[in-house]
């Protein structure tokens, strides 16, 4: 047998599967289940084995459990490093790609995986850019996709825009982390924000019954940012003494009093107006690409404003307030105004700090613990509380009274309004790159921007003559026949659009294309969409995958507005992933120098002595030992394949599984990954034994486990503990799948007990059953080698074909009804007690078992009584004990 060869085993197995024609499901559900698909890159790591594998479980185990299973997977094929591979060594994309594709499919077929390889998709074939071009179109008759001048990150080193969430939190880009620039420049755009409150709305049926992990609900929140307030309007003066209205977005209207400046955006039209007459300002301006977001530097205007609040003498009103500059004000959120409350808000406190140390202005504490004003806060008072006597017909109420009475009053003189504001923006999708999906549109002089008709579809993207290499900028513009062509409406000579999209428009619907991958005509027939989305299970990992779910859900939403995909009332139905299944980073072990902090390669190491710490080749001094993320600069990247030839795919697979729960980080430790392999050997050397027994039946035993009166002991607690075992695994799988991890622990504590009990002293009833559960419920996690357990022990008995496979086998069901269950644990009433003599042992015997409070005895003058009456009844007590009243009379 191959069994425990098992590199050979998964060879014998993948080819077989390769030839497995699907079998027609019985039960018509479906399950959907879907990994993230993966960037061709050139090779699997280790974060793709994680997410292969569990997605592979979860259809393997669905797929046994009777339902109509789809497990596809493709290629997100699109993006930059192809085309600076092609830049740097002047290798054509597409042939980077599709070498990449080829290998990687070659690495995944060789994880044991099962995947449906007939509906693959790549996005970078034109067979399926032809239908993101559809989608746009389809966006771009709703209005949902246009053109605008905007002012736009601008990656310098990768010359093209980028999203805003593409930009880090220190204003680099994502991809390059080059300092982004800000550019005018004319994009193309998708409305997101016209679906932005069922975006919103719909995270909270998502987050029942952890349909999808808390943290990318939270994020998703983050990203859309929907925050309520007012929009309040104050009054600048110029210096010709003219006067303008400046509105500002604030959340808490109720610390109007509390005003002690306007901070303008740096691109404000207030501020743009004063910098032509104000070279100082002008300079100060021309810094902004210095200023960071969390930037205190303001610039003073030369001019004043006045609060709306009237001035009729109740209250103490500012009524000289002062306007600055601000690079922390951002331009497109809100108005591109705050109003400045030093007391209340801890960014307006040290900005007021840091731009008038030594002006006296007092800061007037606002809503406060009670009304009595504070003057001289030392930090800002963040939260809500009562408004202090200072502020007029509103000083006593509380904050949420206040605002709301505050905003209605000046309302009626025109001056503020109720106002939602969002974070979210509307999505950039133009990119100045070549390898992408072109943008189908055709610009013509008289026309203006015409879509491609729909019969001209894909527009291809055109071969590179020469090669890329060195050059700069994107090369559609320079390619002349791809560039000139007809105005499809006119007719006259016109030039086609350069840009294409962004990557994020591939995976916004490719999930929907699966269903119906060859379909030509459309995106995809609604009926297949009705049969198989949304997809049931979605499986990836939770770092980059924030804005691709936001766009994903976008898109989808879209699409069921357009009866695209047919939708409920419910709002399931709405959204692409019914569940999220998020796991956690995979880190290796990372080796540093103890002084230098450096990170060691492998050879910087000297050669490690057994059980002992790893030491610095050229110091001799113990190394330092870390976990992180595996990253070539760290050197302690573990390539999956390598483990694949060492162990098997399905020792690697377990070990994956067990190393920690499914959502936290996976410390990749080589080591413990013998422990796994120790483990499906004493299965293996189970297995034989099997077979033996099942070629010379043991006549003396029943063959039917389910004559449990007759049962041993022995093969009752092995029987029991099956039946619980195969209970908890499936329990785990359907509705506790994050700690998927128990499940090997369990399948590892039936395999002890079974080895231990020794499989020959069982009924070989119970023999045969416990193995057949145990290798049908480790299908899923091991394949190869359950089939291959699965082929062996049904040859001598051939109860079934033997070249059928365990995965047309069902899911196994439970061993006992919970009646039986009850009956085999009611009679574990007695124990084997060992009894001494004088300190000898002299014989064992049968006696009542003590009660059990969870796995401890309880002890009791009663059960002790029983014991002593059990053993002083045998043959053996009544030789040895003849003097048992001596016991009583001690007793006493
Ligand atoms: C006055 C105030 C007082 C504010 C106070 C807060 C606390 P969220 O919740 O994130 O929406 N703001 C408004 N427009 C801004 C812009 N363009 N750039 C930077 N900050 C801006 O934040 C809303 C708050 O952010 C607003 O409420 C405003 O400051 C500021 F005790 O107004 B607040
Ligand atoms: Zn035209």
Redesign the pocket.
């Known amino acids: 047998s191959t069994r425990t060869d098992f590199q050979a085993n998964d060879a014998k197995w993948q080819a077989l599967w390769q030839n497995q024609s699907p079998v027609p499901s019985l039960v018509k559900t479906k399950k959907y289940v879907l990994p993230m698909f993966a960037y061709p890159s050139g090779s699997l790591h280790m974060g793709h084995l994680r997410v292969y594998t569990i997605s592979d479980v979860l259809a393997r185990y669905h797929r046994m459990k009777g339902y109509n299973v789809l497990h596809p997977t493709g290629w997100d094929a699109f993006g930059l490093p192809a085309e600076n591979a092609a830049i740097e060594r002047g290798v054509d994309p597409g042939e980077w790609t599709l070498t990449n594709i080829d290998k990687m499919k070659g690495q995944l077929k060789s994880m044991n995986t099962h995947f449906d390889w007939d509906r693959e998709i790549s996005t970078c074939s034109p067979s399926f850019y032809k239908h993101t071009q559809k989608l746009f179109l389809i966006l771009y008759k709703k209005g949902l996709a246009y053109q605008a001048e905007a002012l736009v990150n601008y990656d310098p080193v990768d010359k093209t825009v980028l999203a805003n969430e593409q930009v880090d939190n220190n204003g680099r880009s994502w991809r390059s982390g080059a300092v982004v620039e800000q550019r005018m420049l004319r994009q193309w755009f998708f409305r997101i924000t016209a679906f932005q409150d069922a975006l919103l709305d719909d995270l909270d049926v998502l987050a029942e019954n952890n349909r999808w992990p808390d943290r990318v609900i939270q994020q998703q929140r983050h990203w859309l940012?929907r925050?309520k307030?007012a929009t309040i309007t104050f009054e600048v003066e110029l210096s010709d003494g003219s006067k303008v209205p400046v509105s500002?977005?604030?959340?808490?209207p109720d610390?109007l009093f509390g005003v002690t400046y306007l901070a303008l955006?740096m691109s404000h039209p207030i501020v743009s107006v004063l910098a032509k007459s104000d070279t100082r300002l002008g300079a100060f301006l021309a810094k902004k690409a210095n200023f960071g977001p969390d930037s205190k530097e303001g610039f003073e205007l030369s001019v004043r404003a006045k609060s709306p609040l009237s001035t009729d003498g109740t209250g103490s009103v500012q009524q000289n307030i002062s306007v600055f500059a601000a690079p922390?004000?951002?331009e497109n959120?809100?108005?591109?105004?705050?109003?400045g409350?030093p007391a209340?808000?801890t960014r307006?406190f040290s900005f007021w700090k840091t731009n008038k140390p030594r002006e006296q202005i007092p800061i007037v504490v606002v809503p406060h613990g009670s009304e009595a004003p504070v003057t001289d806060a030392k930090e800002?008072y963040?939260s809500h509380g009562i408004l202090s006597s200072l502020c007029g017909p509103y000083a006593g109420m509380d904050s949420q009274q206040a605002g709301t009475r505050i905003v209605a009053d000046l309302n009626k003189r025109g001056l503020a309004g109720e106002t939602q504001?969002w974070?979210l923006r509307d999505w950039l999708i133009s990119r100045q790159r070549y390898w992408g999906t072109p943008i189908p549109i055709i610009h013509c002089e008289s026309c203006g921007a015409v879509p491609v008709p729909e019969d001209q579809l894909p527009i291809e993207l055109p071969k590179l003559g020469e090669d890329l290499q060195g050059q700069k900028g994107n090369p559609l513009d320079g390619i002349e026949p791809f560039l000139n062509t007809d105005c499809p409406s006119c007719g006259k000579p016109a030039k086609r659009e350069t840009d294409t999209m962004d990557t994020f428009v591939d995976s916004s619907w490719y999930y929907a294309r699966f269903p119906d991958s060859q379909n030509q005509n459309e995106l995809f027939s609604t009926d297949s969409a009705t049969k198989m989305l949304p997809v049931d299970m979605y499986v990836g990992g939770v770092e980059h995958a924030i804005l691709h779910l936001l766009y994903a859900r976008f898109i989808f939403k879209f699409l069921c507005q357009e009866g695209q995909v047919p939708s409920t009332e419910d709002i399931l139905s709405k959204e692409p992933f019914s569940r999220l299944i998020a796991q956690g980073m995979v880190h290796a072990k990372t080796f540093s120098d103890p002084h230098t902090g450096r990170f060691l390669k492998p050879e910087d190491l000297a050669p490690q002595e057994e059980g002992k710490a790893p030491r610095v080749k050229a110091t001799g001094k113990e190394a330092n030992i870390t976990w992180e993320k595996m990253s070539k600069s760290k050197h302690n990247g573990v390539d999956p394949i390598s483990c694949f030839q060492k162990y098997g795919a399905d020792v690697t697979r377990a070990h994956i599984l067990f190393a920690a729960p499914l959502s936290e980080v996976l410390q990749w430790d080589e080591e413990k990954i013998i422990g796994v392999q120790r483990w499906l050997y004493r299965l293996s050397r189970l297995i034989d034994e099997l077979i033996t027994l099942q070629t010379q039946p043991r006549g003396s035993f029943p063959d039917d486990p389910r004559d449990l009166n007759n049962l041993s002991d022995v093969s009752a607690e092995v029987l029991l503990l099956a039946n619980s075992t195969l209970q908890a695994v499936t329990n785990t799988i359907e509705s506790n799948i994050y700690n998927i991890n128990t499940v090997i622990s369990d399948l590892i504590k039936l395999t002890n007990a079974v080895y231990n009990a020794k499989l020959d002293s069982l009924e070989s009833g119970v023999a045969s059953d416990t193995m057949l559960a145990l290798i049908k419920l480790l299908a899923p996690i091991a394949p190869a080698f359950a089939e291959q357990c699965f082929e062996d022990i049904h040859q001598p008995r051939s109860i079934t074909k033997p070249t059928d496979s365990i995965f047309e086998q069902s899911w196994p069901e439970p061993l006992l009804t919970p009646e039986e269950e009850a009956t085999l644990k009611a009679r574990k009433t007695t124990i084997t007690c060992a009894v001494q003599v004088n300190g000898k042992l002299r014989f064992t015997a049968d006696v009542p078992a003590p009660k059990l409070e969870g796995k401890k005895a309880v002890k009791s003058s009663e059960h002790e009584d029983a014991v002593v009456a059990a053993v002083l009844s045998t043959e053996q007590g009544s030789l040895w004990l003849k003097e048992k009243n001596t016991w009583e009379k001690r007793k006493k």
Not at 248 to 252: D, E, N
Not at 333 to 339: F, I, L, P, T
């Open positions: 940012g925050s307030g500002v977005f604030t959340t808490r610390t955006s922390y004000v951002l959120y809100g108005e591109g105004a705050v109003m409350v209340h808000d307006d800002a963040t504001t974070r």
